[in-house]
């Protein structure tokens, strides 16, 4: 059997002061694999993800990226592996308004030189990697990489997030609920992008959301309740 690109054993997480929201005694994600993860409101799904990239701790249990336990870096370390390994796409995509969005594509190259280095095989300067990128996900008209990201429509913004995660082929795209703010016709044309990209570069994608129609286009489908033995109080 293959070792898996990340792996999850034991897992329990609280925030400070509140019962445990997840315990999560396995889950795994397959190196290339698209893996659809499904939970309501308030279930989980963003902290697990911020466990997931070592951004939150969990009080107890492992998680192994590549073979490395996030546990046993440094939170110096740990921030390194995740800039290197992993490309996030926010459901609020997180962009940096003011900068232009050719800056907000290469942001993930300035905090990890694997990622900077990886671009610069494939383009000659990380500016034409991130022109590349942006043109394969549909946002072809060179003006607008250089204007200010916060000047752009929701459904620009998401390209431009999706291409900045992917920058520098990380081997885990994480992508949480990206399409809730987009129509139906929109949100398809996305999904067949961030696939298409995601095969290319040979990254693993971890997509969230609770809208479950999109399931079946995953390789695999999970539901968070089905990997979660915390009790769930209210939750939409
Ligand atoms: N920084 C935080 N501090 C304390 N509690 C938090 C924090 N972030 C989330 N929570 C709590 O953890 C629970 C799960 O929240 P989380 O955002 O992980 O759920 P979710 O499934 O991603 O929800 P949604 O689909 O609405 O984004 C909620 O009860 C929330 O109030």
Redesign the pocket.
């Known amino acids: 059997m293959t070792t898996p690109l990340l792996q999850v054993t034991d897992l329990q997480f609280a925030?400070p002061g509140?019962p445990v929201?997840l315990d999560i005694p396995a889950f795994s994600v397959q190196a290339g694999e698209r893996l659809f993860l499904k939970?309501p409101?308030?279930?989980?799904?963003?902290?697990l993800l911020g466990l997931l990239g070592g951004v939150h701790q969990p009080q107890q249990g492992s998680i192994t990226l590549l073979g490395q336990s996030l546990r046993q870096l440094s939170s110096l370390r740990r921030d390194r592996f995740r800039a290197d390994h992993t490309g996030y796409l926010f459901?609020q995509f997180n962009l940096l308004p003011y900068l232009s969005v050719l800056d907000n594509v290469t942001l993930p190259c300035r905090f990890s030189a694997l990622r900077r280095e990886r671009a610069l095989r494939q383009q000659p300067t990380l500016d034409t990697a991130a022109e590349h990128l942006l043109r394969e996900l549909g946002l072809s008209d060179a003006t607008l990489h250089q204007r200010s990201a916060g000047a752009l429509s929701i459904g620009q913004q998401q390209r431009v997030a999706a291409a900045r995660a992917l920058i520098g082929s990380p081997e885990l795209v994480i992508a949480d609920?990206p399409t809730s703010a987009l129509d139906a016709d929109s949100r398809d044309a996305f999904l067949k992008l961030l696939f298409e990209e995601c095969e290319q570069m040979g990254s693993s994608l971890l997509f969230v959301s609770?809208d479950t129609s999109l399931a079946t286009r995953f390789d695999r489908a999970l539901s968070l309740a089905g990997l979660n033995r915390a009790s769930q109080p209210e939750i939409l």
């Open positions: 925030w509140q929201l939970g409101s308030g279930s989980g799904k963003t902290t459901q609920e609770h």
